[in-house]
């Protein structure tokens, strides 16, 4: 064996000792966390309901049992029927796919939108920069709900003729399903609010991550900028920005349900949690039943999804892996 | 000895909101091959920004709008990006003050310390981790090899700036600058760091830039000595000439034996109150004036040159006053401890 050799495999045995271990610590530290690891029970549990709801229901999520409407748990129906005799446990399942598919659709719109719109103005500073910051603070001086509200009043007409117009021209069927406009308008909306946040948390972090002394000592090192980017800035942002995601996650479920409530959330046959917990509301007194499914989903989701960002950022942190 | 690194009027200021703050104003000063030079000062007279404007690591705000930066000739405020990197830590290598924020947390030690080699030097990642290992050996680690593949955190803060001082040195450069690289160090580390730096420049014959507020350390370890006040050079001294024979009010105040107004000696600059002026304009007045109890009438009119001062025992003897303080009395009149 030459000395290269021995040096080569040295190198790789060090290179995989180091990943191998960021990753264990990692995982363990994650594990460490009892939050977290309640946390991703019900999350996991979600994501899998989601994908395989329809084919664990007893009912399907329209299928009604005009003998017993309305009717409270039982072992028929688990947890009771509503108004048209639907199955509510069915419903909550599917509603499972209206809440993660609007936890991962708005939530990946605004974070491209925030993470190109932070980017530039962390780097390009100057006008851009205050363009940015304005915008952001535009858009969150706006409440939330009435932002919402307004999108879906004065853009809801003209995209539907809108629609109607290119079915007429083209004749495809895609521009006869309504249901488009409403899934555009309300990820459109979660978007358009949620944006600002990842834009300010990412332009904060190039700022801070920028004027940190190891880029300083980096920089002094001759690297180039791109290096500095992968190896410094992004690894030390992620933290953060999984926090901010895993939250986001949340709050995205958490507002399409606020739309829903209002009347203007996502109108699909498949029923949503917000809905529910919109009708459940209007006797609750009577049929405390209706309300208290979607609403403990809702709640257990959220915190969920609260605690897996702690955990996650303290895990992937190492500056508190103390020493 | 040949000049290594040549400063000529080297001019930065920063674009504040109401205009600008001037913190090198026209700093002039070489640095000879293996040689070792002490910079000293309050904070805040313009040390860190005026080393971060040799090799352009100044923060946006910055702009260097006069000067030369000549490397054995070369001119480095004329130098494109791309050839000034091959200077950061090819020619030019830095340790900042903070070693427990100048590491890269989410990196392991071997990564961080090949990087320059195979950067730099065009190394494989495999001799650039066998060079890392040897490095960390140098600087008193001991079991290189095994602590290559720890995380920052595993690391004291003594320990840390050990690599920062490895990975510097690294490359092999002709300049090493360290910025207050003990400040926030015990003062036991203190001293080991400072023994480490000058063993490995007598080893490697590397020309020091050693930056501190500290005149104890510079007299165990420098050659010369330049002293700084807001963003001036007001005394430049051989070590010796500098202890002996200090010139300039502001050098014995440091030494804190400059007489106050009051007429006790002993008492320390910092206790006469004040501190360095940011400049928001270049002065037509000693800017030290404020806090000098030599301060006469022209010391507010017309700001004194760097000069020859009188009798020097050493041609590279300059101070900037207009006064001979050996000779003169503290004036009555001095603004000192009354502004
Ligand atoms: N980012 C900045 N924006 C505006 N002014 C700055 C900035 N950084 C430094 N300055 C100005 O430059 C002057 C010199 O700062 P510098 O960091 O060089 O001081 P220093 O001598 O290194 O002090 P210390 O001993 O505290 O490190 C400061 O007084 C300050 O007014
Ligand atoms: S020029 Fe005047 S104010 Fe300045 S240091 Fe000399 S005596 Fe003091
Ligand atoms: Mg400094």
């Keep these: 064996m030459t000395t290269q050799e021995i040096t080569a495999t040295s190198d790789i045995e060090i290179a995989e000792a180091s990943r191998t271990n960021l990753w264990r610590d990692a995982v363990a530290r994650l594990a460490a966390n009892r939050l977290a690891l309640v946390a991703i029970l019900p999350i996991v549990l979600l994501f899998f309901i989601a994908a395989f709801g329809p084919y664990l229901t007893p009912y399907d999520f329209l299928a009604q049992d005009f003998t017993a409407r309305l009717a409270s748990p039982s072992s028929e129906h688990w947890l009771g029927t509503d108004e048209l005799g639907r199955d509510v446990f069915s419903r909550i399942l599917y509603g499972a796919r209206t809440a993660v598919s609007v936890g991962l659709v708005s939530t990946a719109i605004s974070l491209i939108v925030g993470l190109v719109m932070g980017s530039l103005a962390g780097y390009l500073g100057g006008r851009v920069d205050m363009l940015v910051v304005w915008l952001t603070d535009v858009t969150r001086s706006m409440p939330a709900l009435l932002l919402a509200i307004v999108i879906n009043l004065t853009l809801k007409v003209p995209l539907e003729a809108w629609m109607e117009q290119m079915y007429l021209a083209t004749k495809n069927t895609f521009f006869r399903q309504t249901m488009w406009v409403d899934l555009v308008l309300v990820f459109g909306a979660l978007a358009l ?67 829903s409530f209002l009347g203007v959330g996502v109108q699909l046959p498949i029923p949503s949690w917000g809905k529910m917990i919109s009708d459940g509301l209007r006797m609750w007194q009577t049929h405390p039943h209706l309300l208290v499914g979607p609403a403990v989903m809702m709640a257990v989701i959220t915190v969920s999804f609260a605690w897996l960002g702690d955990g996650l950022n303290d895990a992937l942190n190492p500056r508190q892996w103390g020493g | 000895m040949s000049v290594l690194l040549d400063v000529q009027e080297l001019q930065t200021r920063f674009k504040v909101r109401k205009g600008y703050v001037y913190a090198v104003n026209g700093v002039s000063f070489t640095l000879e091959e293996g040689e070792t030079l002490a910079v000293v000062g309050e904070s805040g007279c313009g040390k860190s920004v005026t080393m971060l404007s040799l090799v352009r690591l100044l923060p946006p705000a910055a702009s260097i709008e006069n000067g030369q930066v000549l490397l054995r000739g070369e001119d480095l405020l004329q130098l494109d990006l791309r050839q000034l990197r ?38 494989s990642k495999s001799e650039a981790l066998a060079r890392s290992a040897e490095l960390l050996e140098m600087v008193g680690i001991p079991d290189g090899e095994a602590r290559l593949r720890e995380y920052p955190h595993q690391f004291s803060g003594g320990m840390r700036q050990r690599v920062m001082i490895a990975m510097s040195m690294s490359c092999e450069p002709a300049v090493l600058i360290a910025d207050e690289p003990t400040t926030a160090l015990d003062v036991t580390i203190q001293a080991q760091i400072v023994e480490l730096v000058k063993a490995l420049r007598d080893r ?28 001036y050079i007001v005394e430049e001294a051989p070590v010796d000439a500098l202890f002996e024979d200090p010139r300039h009010p502001y050098t014995v105040g440091l030494m804190g034996a400059l007489p106050s107004l009051e007429g006790e000696t002993g008492t320390r600059l910092t206790t006469i109150g004040g501190s360095p002026p940011d400049l928001e304009d270049l002065p037509d007045y000693c800017p030290f004036h404020t806090r000098c109890p030599y301060a006469f009438d022209r010391c507010r009119t017309e700001n004194p040159m760097l000069e020859l001062v009188a009798d020097a025992s050493d041609r590279g003897h300059r101070a900037a006053c207009w006064v001979d303080i050996r000779e003169v009395e503290v004036q009555s009149n001095g603004a000192g401890a009354s502004s």
Excluded: C, K
């Design chain 1, 193 to 259: 609010i949620q944006w600002p946040g990842y834009a300010r948390l990412i332009r904060g972090q190039i700022l801070s991550i920028r004027s940190r002394n190891y880029v300083l000592a980096a920089r002094a090192l001759g690297m180039p900028t791109g290096r500095i980017l992968t190896r410094y800035v992004i690894p030390n942002a992620m933290g953060p920005l999984i926090v901010a995601v895993s939250a986001g996650m949340g709050g995205a479920m958490v507002l399409e349900s606020a739309f």
């Design chain 2, 86 to 123: 091959d200077v950061r830590g090819g020619q030019i290598g830095m340790i900042f003050q903070d070693p427990m924020t100048s590491l890269n947390p989410f990196i392991n030690i071997g990564t961080q310390m090949a990087e320059p080699l195979i950067y730099h030097r065009g190394m």
């Design chain 2, 204 to 231: 490697s014959g590397v020309a020091v830039i050693w930056i501190t507020h500290d005149l104890s350390v510079v007299a165990g370890i420098a050659d010369r000595v330049i002293v700084m006040y807001a963003g």
